[in-house]
């Protein structure tokens, strides 16, 4: 090497390390940030874990048993020992469930009209009401089918005993026998806590660098470090560098919160996982640098911010299902890392997924953090240079 | 290497246009090795486009400017190894402790290890400041904040540096104290390109640029401008009914300005026509009475007032 690329890269070396030194020193002399950086993420996870649950069970349910015979009181006692209705006390009459209905006590009411026993002794067909709370649809439906399910197994066991009675042969029987992979349980936790640390990582990575740099501009400071000899890709890379480190001890902290707290399981390959986390870090940082681009101050940068990553969480398949959008949306996800990194994320833990299920995903990363990064590291440049 | 030889600054016909708006119109000047150099305007008067362009931050529209030996538009880089900058608005950071903010920029200038830790300790004493290299930058005074600034610009040892309305919105013993700084910088050979609109400030200059609209029009020692720009005799009235008799002198032969200067009258005079006897006498006849006039030595205001008002269509 010769002595003037020597000192170049000596000199470069200084810079980048001053830099790094400095945004380090101040994120951790900022207590909001670290708060930010550190303590939100790990809130938010537990409160998200626990919070977004989309199985339904234990659905708050009345008891109206106008029957009062042995058999009523034993469909309702099996009826509700599953885990999916849960018994929330037994009225007079209907108008009293629907009242309960209606002041939330109850979300489902389980109403066994008179002569039940007697109409199901005597091969009338038997009734029975359900009334249902249909302002939540999922829940509704679940309450619903879990009585269905019942009674049609209740049915079926008439049948069964009325033909043997007669001395006829019982019908054959599909039974149908479920084998879940990966979540075996269909817990929500494991589905939502892969997805969380994406958005948490645009929260994380996209904000903070976006108001970091807003913050430069509108201090002045920028001015003053631009008269100093040091490059702008030196500067650059020295306030990026931190986030980095930043966003992936979040990422651990959350995968290492999950497993402990929500039993997320850790299937597939690390390595497939830190570079799935690294270009997707290259996509929010990227994007927090172009918001600060094109923002004079830390207010506007904050709200650049925010135009981003509703959108992006919102269409990132973590709350929703992509399938359920309609199509000129579901392309436009393609554009949007959060989904990217959520698939990969799922595929690596709970389905063990590696780089081979993964290329596609981990391409579109590549893709748009490349992309991005470019855009906004050209923008940088020409403003400062 | 920087070119130590010749003067520290060249500008020829340097020329920035915002759009229509022309905020620097073809200034040239020289700026010779160590003295202090002022430039002088109000605001908006093209002061800080000027600098921004001396210093690499801003490209020309048209014109040259060679700083400390280099082409400021072919060369920022270098230029800016060979320079100071303290811009118009404290831009340190002020979240940061005193002295992180030293090693940070000595950083930034290629310097490193016990050499800048050396070089911080050294300028924070020169500053006054060594007592609170642990402070928070955010906690100092106006006028601490200054001196900070200053030791950041200082830290790389520049044989040049532009200080842009350094003592803005400082108290005046602080000014005071900057300004000792800045007279100990020059005798130590360092040249010094400082912009203000403190008028009393400009007087330390060995010479000084006024720029009027985006133009330099005129540029002397402090000396020299008077002579040029204020020829007239300049006297100072003390006495009462001066409000009432002040103007009446106003249209006299002789009289060529006439205002209120504190609680007596500020007159600019002919010195073929009028002596402070004449002066004082005339006073009287127009009604004022216990008039006291002395000889008042003109001052850099009524220079920069002498320009503006040529500017704005009077003769000189």
Redesign the interface.
């Known amino acids: 090497m010769s002595a003037e690329s020597e000192k170049f890269w000596s000199t470069a070396r200084r810079q980048l390390a001053a830099v790094f030194r400095k945004e380090v020193r101040q994120t951790i002399r900022d207590k909001r940030v670290m708060v930010l950086l550190i303590v939100a993420p790990l809130v938010q996870t537990v409160i998200f874990g626990f919070a977004v649950d989309f199985d339904v069970d234990r659905v708050p349910t009345v008891l109206v048993d106008q029957d009062r015979s042995d058999q009523s009181r034993l469909h309702a006692r099996r009826l509700l020992a599953d885990q999916t209705l849960r018994f929330a006390g037994q009225v007079g009459g209907i108008p009293e469930a629907e009242q309960d209905l209606d002041d939330g006590k109850a979300a489902a009411a389980l109403i066994f009209t008179p002569g039940l026993a007697s109409d199901l002794a005597s091969q009338r067909p038997a009734e029975v009401q359900v009334l249902l709370d249909g302002s939540d649809p999922n829940r509704a439906m679940v309450a619903s089918g879990a009585v269905s399910r019942y009674f049609g197994e209740v049915g079926e066991r008439l049948i069964r005993e009325r033909l043997e009675a007669a001395g006829r042969p019982a019908p054959a029987q599909v039974v149908l026998v479920p084998r879940v992979l990966y979540n075996p349980r269909l817990k929500s936790a494991p589905y939502i806590v892969p997805g969380i640390a994406g958005t948490l990582l645009v929260i994380v990575t996209t904000l903070v660098t976006a108001m970091g740099l807003a913050r430069e501009r509108e201090m002045g400071t920028m001015e003053q470090v631009m008269v100093t000899p040091i490059r702008p890709l030196w500067l650059l890379i020295g306030k990026l560098l931190p986030f980095l480190v930043i966003g992936i001890f979040d990422v651990l902290l959350l995968v290492a919160v999950g497993s402990w707290l929500f039993e997320v399981p850790l299937r597939g390959s690390l390595l497939v996982g830190a570079v799935g986390v690294l270009l997707y870090l290259f996509s929010t940082l990227g994007v927090g640098l172009l918001i600060s681009t094109l923002s004079q101050n830390q207010q506007q940068a904050f709200l650049g911010g925010f135009i981003f990553m509703m959108p992006a969480i919102l269409l990132s398949g973590v709350m929703t299902p992509i399938r359920g959008m309609p199509g000129w949306l579901q392309a436009i996800t393609w554009l949007n890392p959060v989904r990217h990194f959520a698939e990969v994320m799922r595929g690596v833990l709970l389905r063990g997924a590696g780089f081979t299920d993964l290329w596609f995903q981990l391409a579109c990363l590549a893709a748009l953090g490349v992309g991005v990064m470019a855009l906004a590291v050209a923008r940088f440049r020409t403003q400062l240079g | 290497m920087t070119a130590r030889v010749g003067p520290a600054i060249v500008v020829r016909d340097l020329t920035r246009r915002f759009g229509t708006f022309v905020a620097v119109d073809r200034v040239s000047f020289e700026v010779e090795q160590g003295e202090i150099f002022g430039y002088l305007g109000a605001n908006g008067a093209g002061k800080s486009t000027t600098i921004r362009m001396l210093?690499?931050?801003l490209a020309p529209t048209s014109g040259q400017a060679t700083v400390a030996g280099h082409d400021v538009a072919t060369a920022p880089?270098r230029v800016?190894?060979s320079?100071g900058?303290m811009?118009q608005?404290?831009?340190?950071?002020?979240?940061?402790p005193v002295e992180?903010n030293l090693?940070?920029?000595g950083?930034?200038?290629?310097?490193?290890g016990t050499a800048l830790r050396a070089r911080a300790a050294e300028l924070l004493e020169r500053v006054g400041l060594d007592a609170q290299h642990e402070a928070t930058t955010g906690d100092l005074p106006g006028g601490q904040r200054q001196r900070l600034a200053l030791a950041?610009a200082l830290l790389h040892r520049p044989g040049l540096v532009f200080l842009d309305e350094p003592t803005a919105g400082v108290d005046p013993v602080a000014r005071r104290a900057f300004w000792d700084l800045i007279r100990e910088l020059a005798r130590g050979g360092t040249t010094v390109f400082v912009t203000t609109h403190y008028l009393d400030e400009a007087e330390y200059c060995r010479r000084i640029g006024l720029m009027v609209d985006g133009k330099l029009v005129a540029l002397d020692t402090p000396a020299g401008l008077k002579r040029t720009w204020v020829p007239d005799r300049v006297l100072v009235a003390r006495g009462r009914g001066l409000a009432e008799a002040g103007p009446r002198l106003g249209g006299a032969p002789g009289v060529r300005a006439v205002a209120p200067f504190g609680a007596g009258l500020h007159l600019r005079v002919d010195p073929e026509r009028f002596d402070a006897a004449r002066v004082a006498a005339a006073l009287r006849e127009a009604g004022a009475e216990a008039v006291e006039v002395e000889e008042a030595a003109p001052t850099l205001e009524d220079v920069f007032l002498a320009v503006v008002d040529r500017d704005a269509g009077g003769a000189p």
């Open positions: 210093i690499g931050l880089g800016k190894e320079i900058y811009s608005k404290f831009s340190l950071y002020l979240d940061l992180e090693l940070f920029f950083a930034a200038y290629g310097l490193e950041c």
